[in-house]
């Protein structure tokens, strides 16, 4: 479960690069939203899933696999952005996004019939190819770039985030849509439904990338990305004072926030526990989890950073995320869905908060010559916080369902304790 929504930044990609084709009109700015989006319905219906149908198949009695399988999918984004990002430099932005799009519908539709063979193989497979075909959504950030001027990229760049928040929230809804569909089957076991709607999905937003979505660059003309490592970016950002204290809190508080993301569904689906949320009602809470999202990012964040500052509004982020969690462990124990709802969007509220500050932060106080490849590894500490978080929580879930959180509470004090120590003194990067 992706909820962050932060999308990789491309190095001074233009609107206009020289060599290139006429750039696409607005109307591609509309096509790509809308590919997007429809792409993401199907990870909505999907993700929310996923490590509840992995524990009805049979895993190990530590969790190990359910946290490998959760990690799997950032992984496979983690290595395989930049490389798709450099072969859409080569070929195009289209072939790769189109590209992508298909792998996604393969791998979906594989998914439901990982969930008629009740194969916990075939969800990694799944896992892992839809991890690989998703890692274009950087590719759909360069496109974004390429038919934008600087002016207008901020606002671009935020179709990916809405995109994001939309497909959370709507993906789960027509997921359980699905498993009515499929009748008393989603019951007592793993229906596949929801895994064939969302290829369905994935497959109309092929289609409609191949009919509507221009290219936006000439083969060869694109700009030059980033490597899976790249030691100078790393260097450059290190070298800026606070922005290495940023970048930490970045890192701690998205383990933090894995701990929720992974561990969400087995809390609401368990037997042992009081909510025993069947297939269905997990995606419903699922989509109030998105609907929070986009409104918590679309217009709380919106209107707050017009009128308060970064540091407050990352302070005001980590109170919110650490008194979310300490709501979380008392709902579960008390098995209240009403506090779980109330607990749930304060978590996600912080967060919300306190990631875009945290990211606005560390652009400003970087070399603006050298931002693209700062804020490529603040994206590259993302994903992998993004693998460490289900690695911690999803074995102690499987302790004890309360420690995830308290650990995340614990991991959460440490982020605010560095961004309150080192990261809210630094300044603005001067020139002088």
Known sequence: MKLSTEAPAPDGASAAAEGGPAPPNRGSLLVIFVTIFIDLLGFGMVLPLLPIYARSFGVDEHGWQIALLMSSFSAMQFV?????????????????????????AVFYALFGLAAVWKSLTWLFITRIGAGIAGATVSTASAYIADVTTPKTRAKGMALIGAAFGLGFTFGPLIGAAALAFSQGEAAIGASPWPGFTAAILS??????????????VRPGGGQTHHPVLNLRSWGDALACPSVPALLATSFVSVVSFGAFETTLSLLLASEKLPFRFSFPQVLLFFAFVGLTLSLAQGVLVRRLAARVEEVPLALA?????????????????????????????????????????????????????RQGGVMGVAQSISAMARICGPLIAVPLFFRDPALPYWAAIAIMAVATGIFLVFGRKGKDFSAG
């Open 317 to 369: 982020g980590c109170v919110a995320t650490i008194l979310g969690f300490a709501l979380l462990t008392y709902a579960s124990h008390l098995g209240r869905v009403p506090m779980l709802m109330a607990a749930t969007a304060v978590e996600v509220t912080g967060f919300s908060l306190l990631t875009p500050s945290v990211q606005s932060l560390i652009s400003r106080r970087s070399d603006p010559a």
């Open 80 to 104: 395989f952005a930049p490389l798709w990002g450099r072969l859409s430099d080569h070929i195009g932005r289209r072939p790769v996004l189109i590209a992508g799009l298909l792998g996604s």
């Open 203 to 216: 497959a109309t937003a092929m289609l409609l990338a191949i009919a509507l979505l221009p290219e936006s």
